[in-house]
Every structure is written in C-alpha cells, then in structure tokens.
C-alpha cells in the first residue's frame, strides 16, 4: 500500500516537473517571439534552453528532448544555441534527444525525423574563434552548415563538426568526432570518424 503511494506520488513529481519545463518553454516561445517555432506534441523531460536569441529555432511536432534513464550532468538541459541574425536551427518531427545536447549555429543545422541522439551530443557549425592568436578572440572562425538526415542514430558524446552532412539512416558510434560527410545507411566511428561498414 505504502510502496504503491510513493510510487503514485513519483509518477505525479515526475510529472509536475515537465509541466515546469513546458511552460519554461512557453515562455521562451514568447520572448523570441516569431524566431523560434515549434510543432504540437513535444515533450520536455528536461530542461530546453534556446540561447543566443538572435537568430532562427524551428522545432516539429511529436520530439522527445531528454531521457529519465541516460546519465546527465546537473539538469539535463538541452541547450539549442542560434548566435547570429542569420543562424538558423531546424529540428524534424519524431526525433528523440537524450540528456546534455548542444546544438550552437552561426549559419544553419538542419536535423531530419525521427533522430535518435544519444547523450552528451554536440553539433556545431562553426569553429567560434580563429586559429590565428592575433585574431582569435575578434573573429568566430570558419563556418559551414551542418545536415542530418532522417533516421539518423548518433550515440553518446559523438561531436559533429562544421560542414558535415549524414545521410539519411546512418550511425555514428559513440565518442566519435565526425568530421567530413558520412553516407547514408553506413555506420561510422572513431576520432576522427570514418566509415566502418554499410548497413
């Protein structure tokens, strides 16, 4: 009787905390008034922060940003970063987002559906400094678009760089750093990744 109470009781927590995160969200809808668009149905289990409020978020229906059994640091914030007037973030339907993922655009990231994203992800389109010390802190470096396609699997603290494309239903094992263009339905790893096999 107890055990099922307290267990009642979680599953109302659990609950209560993601209407929290929703209307966070809402609220973050509101403030980036028409740049930042998102579809019915998305569900928050962790917090979603879009920073840089500057540039394009557009977001389908029926996501899933965070993941309750995937390891986190602090809050599990998802953190969608548009950091110029012409940065744009565009998220597909039916994608799932685990913990801790980083999506930071000076230009344009472009995710199809049904993504599955481990742990821990980051993709960036753009360096953000010069390698040159002269320039480094006045300059954010060299910057190319970055596209997944549908179906698309990465697994945990894989880091996407600028410039690359994924195809549609490949996988990116865990821990890799990609860095140049995988092909569809092939399965790509290592530091720096390359292609393994095809699928």
């Not at 809808?29 to 840089?52: A, D, E, M, Q």
């Amino acid at each position: 009787m107890i055990r099922r109470l307290l267990l009642r009781c979680f599953f109302v927590w659990l609950r209560c905390r993601g209407y929290c995160y929703r209307l966070r969200f809402r609220s973050t809808l509101w403030i980036w008034g028409g740049r930042l668009n998102s579809g019915r149905r998305n569900r928050l289990l962790v917090p979603l922060r879009c920073t840089g409020n500057r540039g394009t978020v557009t977001i389908g229906s029926d996501n899933i940003f965070g993941f309750w059994g995937a390891r986190r640091s602090g809050n599990g914030e998802i953190r969608l970063a548009a950091w110029n007037q012409e940065a744009r973030i565009v998220i597909g339907n039916h994608c799932r987002f685990s913990n801790n993922v980083t999506l930071g655009a000076m230009t344009e990231i472009t995710v199809g559906d049904l993504l599955l994203c481990g742990d821990h992800v980051n993709i960036m389109d753009a360096d953000f400094h010069d390698l040159s010390p002269e320039t480094r802190f006045r300059g954010h470096g060299q910057t190319r678009p970055v596209h997944i396609g549908n179906n698309v699997w990465l697994g945990s603290s894989v880091t996407i760089l600028k410039g690359v494309t994924i195809g549609d239903g490949a996988v990116i094992a865990a821990g890799s750093v990609v860095t140049r263009d995988v092909p569809a339905r092939t399965l790509a790893a290592g530091v720096p990744a390359e292609v393994i096999r095809t699928l």
